[in-house]
């Protein structure tokens, strides 16, 4: 069946490094996905999105790749701030049970260190 | 212009008993999206409605359930409480629903204790 699932539950990196959190996925039918970011106590904010015709998106700061080969997606982060620790999510947005919904990986909880 | 409102932000309920949470969209959005996050289960997608017609369900029990109003206003429920029930509900709003390259935007959330 249909699961989207995260590598690693926690990272740490440095103030200023890069971050790359990982997302892997089963259905190979899944062509829309989307990265968001929650921070603690706050709901999930959109961070950036690709569609399967797309290997590569980037935005400010973040970049997603996806490898259709082996059903894996990462999102990177370029100089890591403090801001930016959180939990990321992978999202897929996909047509299941008769319309669209959005199906959520487990989630990296990334955290930065000074 | 003013985000997803949730209302209560946190509230406390007893096994049994039932509770009404409620979700106002953004502006102009016609479709509101439900969503429990529990540590064990992470995010799960509860139902979806747009312009008044639930369009998409996800598994839960009837005892999940939810309306929209004319106003594009949602409000779900949840009767005979289970301890597992407790999570934090999220809702979210767009302009066309939950469509490929649709954003989507979380409220702050509901959190549920159930004791």
């Known amino acids: 069946g249909e699961s989207v699932g995260l590598h690693l539950p926690t990272l740490s990196v440095q103030e200023g490094d890069n971050s790359i959190i990982n997302c892997a996925y089963s259905?190979?039918?899944?062509?829309?996905f989307i990265w968001y970011k929650q921070e603690s106590g706050k709901g999930p904010q959109f961070i950036i999105d690709?569609?399967?015709?797309?290997d590569k998106r980037q935005g400010q700061r973040v970049t997603v790749l996806l490898n259709k080969t082996v059903k894996h997606l990462s999102l990177q982060i370029a100089a890591t701030q403090p801001g930016d620790s959180a939990v990321y999510f992978c999202?897929?947005?996909?047509?299941?049970?008769?319309?669209?919904?959005?199906?959520f990986g487990t989630g990296t909880q990334l955290k930065v260190e000074l | 212009k003013a985000g997803v409102t949730q209302t209560p932000r946190y509230l406390i309920k007893t096994r049994g008993q039932q509770v009404t949470l409620s979700c106002s969209p953004i502006?102009?959005?016609?479709?509101v999206s439900w969503y429990q996050q529990t540590p064990g289960q992470g995010l799960q997608f509860l139902f979806e409605?747009?312009?008044?017609?639930?369009?998409n369900k996800g598994n839960f029990p009837g005892r999940f359930s939810g309306r929209q109003f004319s106003n594009s206003r949602s409000e779900m429920n949840v009767s005979t409480l289970e301890l597992g029930d407790s999570a934090l509900y999220l809702c979210?709003?767009?302009?066309?629903?939950?469509?490929?390259?649709?954003?989507?935007?979380f409220g702050e959330g509901s959190w549920l204790t159930v004791v």
């Open positions: 999202a897929e947005n996909g047509v299941t049970g008769g319309g669209n919904k959005l199906t």
């Open positions: 502006s102009g959005h016609r479709s």
């Open positions: 690709i569609r399967s015709n797309m």
């Open positions: 259905n190979s039918a899944s062509d829309y």
């Open positions: 409605y747009f312009s008044e017609t639930q369009r």
């Open positions: 979210a709003s767009s302009l066309q629903g939950l469509i490929r390259g649709n954003t989507i935007y």
